[in-house]
Each structure stands twice: as C-alpha cells, then as structure tokens.
T-cell receptor, first 113, second 111 residues
Framework: DVKVTQSSRYLVKRTGEKVFLECVQDMDHENMFWYRQDPGLGLRLIYFSYDVKMKEKGDIPEGYSVSREKKERFSLILESASTNQTSMYLC????????????FGPGTRLTVT | RKEVEQDPGPFNVPEGATVAFNCTYSNSASQSFFWYRQDCRKEPKLLMSVYSSGNEDGRFTAQLNRASQYISLLIRDSKLSDSATYLCVVIAKTGGFKTIFGAGTRLFVKA
C-alpha cells in the first residue's frame, strides 16, 4: 500500500504566523506535489518537486515556498499566513515520469484566523 | 473554457441503479486518464485508470473517446457506499506534462 503522511490533520494559525506543513512518503517516489482544495475551485497545484532540492512553481505559488532536502520529505511553508490561505492542503506523490497516477496524503485542514 | 470539465451534479440515484458520468477535456494531446473518488473531507483516491480499450473493475467501467475528447465512468448496481465525489483526471502535454483535475461530480445513492 502507498503510504503518504502529513504532519497534521487540522491546524489553526493566526494571521502573520509562519506555517510549516510536512509531507512524508515511504514509496521512494521521485515526484511530490502540494495542492490546495477549495469548494467550487477543485484542486490547484501550488508547487511540485521532481527530485531532492528541486522545485517548480505550480499554478498558485504566491505566498508559499517549499523545501525538499530529502527524497521522502516535501515541506510547504507559508511565510506569513493570511486568511485567504484557509484551505485543505493535500500532498501527493507519483513515480518518475510524466504519465503516472498520483497518490494523496490525508490532507491538512488549515484555518487562519 | 476549462481544460477538464465535469457536470458537478449532484446525481441522486436509488440503490441498484446504473449511473454514468462524463468528463470532457480540451487538449487533444492528452496522454493519460484516470478516475478518482473523494469522500467528504477525505483525500482523493485512485479509482481506476482509463485505457484506450476501456477498463472494467467489478461494477465500474471506464471508457475513453479520443475523437470526441471525453472519458466516462459507469457504475452498475449502485451501493450506498458509492456516494462520493468522482474526479476526472487528465495528464496533458502543455509544453511539459501537466496533471489536470476536474472539479468533480457529486453522487448520492439513496436507500
């Protein structure tokens, strides 16, 4: 079974705080992704990574940064959280290559007050 | 126009019914196709891949129509546990490759 874990299921932070969301996989997959999911908007890609220390911007990278120091970990950072970053954050992984399906972690529901 | 479009529903069907969803995509160079299932407040989970020759897994059948650029999902003998949102996913070639998720179709199966 594919195993993708995320550091928290629920998180409440205040405006302006720095927020770290961590994703860990045990499948040795090269590709890792961060999405946010909002009602009516579906899944939107924030950042992805094809390899250690490599990162690529997705469709909505503004206000976010990422870090991938080890193959199995991909962190999403909100440098200064804002209320419009309240959302469900989902990490996903896939094998190297472009045509493979993605497997998701359980998600982190972040509320910024 | 969205790159991947789905009818948001909801589809309300009785147990035992057959229900079908379609999903259209705009990029004719799309390479791979999938259906995911997402339960309320949970992560999306891969339901099945969609091959050019079609794909069947128990009560679920997926079809691809490249000429008309749509994929379909057919659920036979619906169960209460099939109630969920079904996401259509397309991997398209737009410069590099890109995975595009539809917004989902909501299904309610009622007793």
């Amino acid at each position: 079974d594919v195993k993708v874990t995320q550091s928290s299921r629920y998180l409440v932070k205040r405006t302006g705080e720095k927020v770290f969301l961590e994703c860990v996989q045990d499948m040795d997959h090269e590709n890792m992704f961060w999405y946010r999911q909002d009602p009516g908007l579906g899944l939107r890609l924030i950042y992805f990574s094809y390899d250690v220390k490599m990162k690529e911007k997705g469709d909505i990278p503004e206000g976010y940064s990422v870090s991938r120091e080890k193959k199995e970990r991909f962190s999403l950072i909100l440098e200064s959280a804002s209320t419009n970053q309240t959302s469900m954050y989902l990490c996903a992984i896939s094998r190297r290559g472009d045509n493979y399906e993605q497997y998701f972690g359980p998600g982190t529901r972040l509320t910024v007050t | 126009r969205k790159e991947v479009e789905q009818d948001p529903g909801p589809f309300n069907v009785p147990e035992g019914a057959t229900v079908a969803f379609n999903c259209t995509y705009s990029n004719s160079a799309s390479q791979s196709f999938f259906w995911y299932r997402q339960d309320c407040r949970k992560e999306p989970k891969l339901l099945m891949s969609v091959y050019s020759s079609g794909n069947e897994d128990g009560r679920f059948t997926a079809q691809l129509n490249r000429a008309s650029q749509y994929i379909s999902l057919l659920i036979r003998d619906s169960k209460l546990s099939d109630s969920a949102t079904y996401l259509c996913v397309v991997i398209a070639k737009t410069g590099g490759f890109k995975t595009i998720f539809g917004a989902g179709t909501r299904l309610f199966v009622k007793a």
